[in-house]
């Protein structure tokens, strides 16, 4: 079945520091990603979609400037939080359709991240 | 209102028993349904798609009632393996014609005892 990757699985920083965190669809092509975010206790929140070869979409109330994104190619789209803080900490988790019309998604293990 | 209302939960049955969880969805026009299987600090995976006619997979059983704008999902003979939290989803998908844009529930908890 279709694999979407997500690197690094789990992340410690300072705060104040950039993180980069890659999610990749392994077996198929994916124009479109969303990036969620999940704090403890809660369900997932859409974040933004990933659109390969143009800005993504964001959410309302997420900080395009914090959560800089960055879909490349059509395998590969990127999150970067920028000057991370404790209230970051979160778990973020990428998905991506197989093809543009179909429904089924397919979701990155996800990346827990932690800021000091 | 939430898009995507669920039963608060925690849900604690003992092992055999039969469960059931609801779901509400608040905009009309929403075209996909879905329920998900959340394991602790892992990501989601669907469990089965929700349609009108219902289905069934198993020992779970989804329905779809659009009038009401209501979800459910029944789990049969529950298993310990079947602890964990089940996600009601809906797929803005026709909507926003975005490839796939989800709306999670908040997510009801599932705790099945020996």
């Known amino acids: 079945g279709a694999v979407v990757s997500q690197h690094p699985s789990r992340v410690i920083c300072k705060s104040g520091t950039s993180v980069k965190i890659e999610c990749r669809s392994l077996?198929?092509?994916?124009?479109?990603m969303f990036w969620y975010r999940q704090f403890p206790k809660q369900s997932l929140m859409l974040m933004a979609t990933?659109?390969?070869?143009?800005?993504?979409?964001?959410e309302q109330g997420v900080e395009k400037d914090k959560f800089l994104i960055n879909h490349a190619s059509l395998t590969l789209s990127t999150l970067t939080v920028t000057s991370a803080h404790p209230e970051d900490s979160s778990f973020y988790i990428c998905?991506?359709?197989?093809?543009?019309?179909?429904?089924?998604?397919?979701f990155g293990p996800g990346t827990r991240l932690t800021v000091l | 209102r939430k898009e995507v209302e669920q039963d608060p939960g925690p849900f604690n049955v003992p092992e055999g028993a039969t469960v059931a969880f609801n779901c509400t969805y608040s905009?009309?026009?929403?075209?996909?349904f879905f329920w998900y299987r959340q394991d602790c600090r892992k990501e989601p995976k669907l469990l089965m798609s929700?349609?009108?006619s219902g289905n069934e997979d198993g020992r779970f059983t989804a329905q779809l009632n659009r009038a009401s704008q209501y979800i459910s999902l029944l789990i049969r003979d529950s298993k310990l393996s079947d602890s964990a939290t089940y996600l009601c989803?809906?797929?803005?998908?026709?909507?926003?014609?975005?490839?796939?844009?989800?709306?999670f529930g908040q997510g009801t908890e599932l705790s099945v005892k020996p």
């Open positions: 998905s991506a359709p197989r093809t543009e019309v179909t429904n089924e998604q397919f």
């Open positions: 077996d198929f092509q994916a124009t479109t």
């Open positions: 990933s659109n390969e070869g143009s800005k993504a979409t964001y």
């Open positions: 905009n009309s026009a929403s075209q996909s």
């Open positions: 929700v349609y009108s």
């Open positions: 989803v809906v797929n803005m998908w026709m909507i926003y014609n975005q490839g796939g844009k989800l709306i």
